[in-house]
């Protein structure tokens, strides 16, 4: 069973970076894809990004317009999501996720395609 944890949320001003990290528990976790989701208030949860379990294809929300970028360290058997020019419509719980997607690309972007979840990590931007 893959743990995961995620950490770097906080509350930041419109414009500002953060990099949110999601340690995993397990060696393993290089065969896994992994995404990041998030939940707004009120809001169902959506994909934000993901990555393949060999870094090679990576995954984004329009919505995200190219600010956001996602990288992994199998070394350090964590994934990052590293968030420019944040804005008050990213404030959302954001939670990592891993499942066995290899190479089925448009299971990456489905919720449902992912077999763990982390607590999440909350992000508040201010305006």
């Known amino acids: 069973q893959v743990q995961l944890v995620e950490s770097g949320g906080g509350l930041v001003q419109a414009g500002d970076s953060l990099r949110l990290s999601c340690a995993a528990s397990e060696r393993t976790f290089r065969d896994y894809g992994m995404g990041w989701f998030r939940q707004a208030p009120g809001k169902e949860r959506e994909f934000v990004a993901a990555i393949s379990w060999s870094g090679s294809h990576t995954y984004y929300a329009d919505s995200i317009e190219d600010r956001f970028t996602i990288s992994r360290d199998n070394g350090k058997i964590t994934i990052y999501l590293q968030m420019n020019s944040l804005t008050p419509e990213d404030t959302a719980v954001y939670y990592c996720?891993?499942?066995?997607?290899?190479?089925?690309?448009?299971?990456?972007?489905?919720?449902?395609?992912?077999?763990?979840w982390g607590q999440g990590t909350e992000v508040t931007v201010s305006s």
């Open positions: 996720a891993a499942g066995q997607l290899f190479y089925l690309h448009n299971l990456y972007y489905l919720s449902e395609s992912y077999d763990y």
